[in-house]
Each structure stands twice: as C-alpha cells, then as structure tokens.
C-alpha cells in the first residue's frame, strides 16, 4: 500500500509558535489554507516528501538522515535566516529560507536512504507543470517531488489562496508583518502528508544531532 509520507525540519518551540502566528497576521482576513497549528498540522522545512512502498521503514530512514545531519554539522539546532515571503505559483506563500550547504547535505542524505522505497508508479503524470522551472520539473520527474538537488527551496508554507489574493498578500506583506531574521530548528520529524502536503501527522521525531 502507498504511504504519503515525508521528512522535515521542526522549528523550535517558540519558533514554531512564531510561524503559525506569522502565517494568520500575512493572511489577516484572508485565512490561509491549509491553517497551521501547533498541536496539529506543523509549520516546517520540508527536506523530501512523496508516496512510498511498504518496504520503507521509517525509524531506520529516520536514523540514517539524522546520523548524516550530524556528519554534515547539524548539531543540537540549526539556525536559518529568512530571505523574506515570496510568492510561488500558483498561489503559495512561502516563507523562503537560506539554502546553506549543510542543508544541502542534509537532502542528499534523506534522498539516499529514500529513494529506493519511492512508489514512482503512484507520481502524478498528469500534473501541471508548465509554470515549474527547468530545474523543477526535473526534480519532479526524478523523484516525484518539485524541490530536491538544484531546485531544493527550502522554506516554511504559510498557505495557500486564490492567485491574485495571493500576489497582492506577497507584495504587501513587508509593510504589514515585522519578519524576525532568524529561524532555529532543532529537530527532524518523519510525517504523514495531509492537504496540500501538510505536515499532518507525527510519526517520529530526532533531536538534529543526537549521535
């Protein structure tokens, strides 16, 4: 059977809180979908997400991307800054990362120990993606997935709205939102993917640099 499941970075618990009130105030009376919330549906960095056979098991993935975060330099928490909120099509709001070579290292990882287990069968072929860039849709057809090796964005989702709704939130969230400048991570998680690729379930968690 096909898992819908993915790997991330967790924010710190004050971060965390952060995000989700950052993603309610770029909104304002606009609610952004799918909502974030702390005991539920988690703002956070996506390292890779996709559908997965049976023959994934998460906790052993889970150890062998959490040892290669340690030998990349990942250790205790990982601080990232923000590059501001952008707008991708068709209707997200992220809030855009650094892209650091640690980071970098850190998919590389997750996609050796996962892409063996993935369901390529299950890739939707008729997605659009006709506004993805090369790069993109390169990562997609490889791997299922729209970010991963050159294209790898990282970032936190604050939602999604419909199109011209969201470019007008994107281009005036810097006069209505104070954007902290730093976003401290402290933890992997194995996921289950909810609406839109929301970080829906918990399936297990790792302190990054825990050996």
Known sequence: MTRWLGVALLPRADHLRAAVQLQRDIGGEVRLKPPLHPDGNLPHVTV???????????????????????????????????????????????LALERPPLLEALQEAALAALDRHLDRASFDGDKDVSRFTDAERASYERYGYRYTGEAYAPHVTLGRAEEETALELVHTARDRVSLPKEWVFDRLSFYVMGEHGAHAETLLERPLGRT
Not at 57 to 82: D, F, K, N, R, T
């Open 48 to 94: 890779f997400q996709g559908p997965f056979e049976d023959s994934l098991v998460p906790a052993e993935a889970l150890e062998l991307i959490g040892a290669a975060a340690v030998e990349s330099g990942l250790h205790g928490e990982v601080s990232l800054s923000s590059t501001g909120v952008v707008y991708q099509p068709t209707g997200w709001l992220f």
